[in-house]
């Protein structure tokens, strides 16, 4: 079952992407180097924080070998369908 909270993390996130989406649309065509550096510099914060979750995780730790191959699998795959996704769109609007 559906709990508040999680109902909450969820209209979070969707508001910031909303939030997000439109000042983007808003800013479109104009000089945002600044922002560029603050977007490079918030996702270097969100691996860090990600992988410190991770590496601070006993449990986690602990299946990772186990896990290993079917991330790799994963992997391997999301990029390979990627590149073909990318090549049959190039293809299609002619680049």
């Not at 709990?3 to 065509?29: D, I, K, N, Q």
């Not at 590496?55 to 369908?81: Q, R, T, Y």
């Given at each position: ?74 992997l ?12 049959l ?7």
């Amino acid at each position: 079952m559906f709990s508040v909270a999680g109902l909450l993390e969820v209209a979070g996130l969707t508001l910031s992407l909303a939030l997000g989406l439109v000042v983007g649309y808003r800013l479109r065509g104009k000089n945002v180097h600044k922002v560029e550096g603050l977007i490079f510099g918030s996702i270097l914060a969100l691996i860090f924080s990600l992988g410190f979750s991770i590496g601070s995780n006993s449990e986690l730790l602990a299946v990772m070998p186990s896990v290993w191959f079917n991330a790799l699998v994963l992997l391997a795959m999301a990029l390979f369908f990627s590149v073909v996704c990318a090549k049959l769109a190039m293809k299609l609007v002619k680049i």
